[in-house]
């Protein structure tokens, strides 16, 4: 147990965390990473220019205010364990978002199922940026299985792959990646050379749990084989380096074929198919996209907790 010791208030923290985002989800007002988002943009006015320099100098500043804020205060509470676990909890809590995604994605496919496509179209933008103006049924649920599976990564497993390596700072840190990501990261006109630097960051943050979220979904999978073939054939095919990860391990784990055309606004991508001799997604397939995702964020909670005491076991021993 005295081996444990350094690790164990993390170790506590992000159990309680994990199971205060399942029992509650996001807080309703006043989010971190809301409040986050908005410094985040008014700085952005004041540091925007047309290049990568720029971008870059902005993604450090933001991401760099909040690791060092989470170091501070990680080492101010040092000699404090009951604190430190307090705020190895709080941190937990407020960058997990798999109660919440699962939510939405039930949200959505409750209207699908009631044939209330008007509502569904309305809600999609909760949970993907994706234009759901001329999406039927069966695309809309299509959508909702692949954002369920990418952001299983971005909200879940990644979260608490960063927690395990780098405590609560990593937590906090990649939160802060993964938000900049969404806020500027993307092909707009505006943010394409200024949003360079967050979206490589957000890339190189997401690759150790984008590949663990694709393993644990074969692991979680109700036929592994399938999961695990289609996964490392259909993986890589994605034009995201992470998001095809996921995505490609769940359209295996359920039998489904993803992928295909998508349009964001007047931006239309064609993407490779996954999984495609597999048939389409149906509604059904919303709720049992959403129980895998809890099934792969419990198991990603054991390795990951399990992998930092065993760390803190050998460091120790070293020592």
């Avoid at 988002?37 to 004041?46: F, I, N």
């Avoid at 720029?54 to 804020?69: E, H, L, P, S």
């Avoid at 604190?83 to 209207?111: D, H, K, M, N, P």
Wanted: charged share 20%; net charge positive; glycine share 10%.
């Amino acid at each position: 147990m005295r081996r444990l010791t350094p690790a164990l208030p993390f170790l506590l923290g992000s159990v309680a965390g994990y199971l205060a985002d399942a029992r509650f989800a996001d807080p309703r007002r006043g989010h971190p990473v809301a409040v986050f988002g908005s410094a985040a943009t008014r700085l952005e006015r004041r540091l925007w220019r047309d290049h990568r320099p720029a971008g870059a100098a902005y993604t450090a500043a933001c991401v760099g205010t909040v690791a060092a804020g989470a170091v501070l205060a990680d080492r101010a509470l040092r000699r404090a364990p009951l604190a430190r676990a307090g705020l190895a909890a709080a941190a937990t809590w407020t960058v997990l978002g798999g109660t919440s995604l699962t939510r939405e994605a039930r949200t959505i496919g409750r209207s699908l199922a009631a044939d209330d496509l008007v509502a569904a179209r309305e809600r999609l933008p909760h949970l993907c940026g994706r234009d759901p103006s001329a999406l039927d049924g069966p695309q809309i649920a299509r959508a909702v299985v692949e954002s369920v599976a990418e952001n299983t990564a971005d909200a879940v497993v990644n979260a608490l792959t960063w927690g395990a390596l780098a405590g609560t700072p990593g937590l906090l840190a990649f939160r802060a990646v993964n938000t900049l990501d969404a806020m500027v990261g993307h092909r707009s006109p505006r943010h394409l050379r200024f949003g360079w630097a967050s979206a490589r960051l957000d890339d190189l943050a997401g690759w150790p749990g984008a590949r663990l979220t694709a393993l644990l979904t074969v692991a979680a999978a109700p036929e592994p084989r399938t999961a695990w073939r289609v996964w490392r054939r259909d993986g890589s095919s994605h034009p995201s380096p992470n998001a095809g990860q996921a995505e490609s391990a769940f359209a295996g784990a359920l039998g489904v074929r993803l992928g295909g055309t998508l349009r964001y606004g007047e931006r239309v991508e064609h993407r490779p198919v996954l999984g495609g001799e597999l048939r389409p997604v149906t509604v059904d397939d919303i709720e049992r996209a959403c129980a895998l995702s809890r099934r792969v964020g419990a198991l990603a909670l054991a390795v990951t907790v399990t992998g930092r005491a065993l760390y803190s076991c050998y460091s120790w021993r070293k020592s």
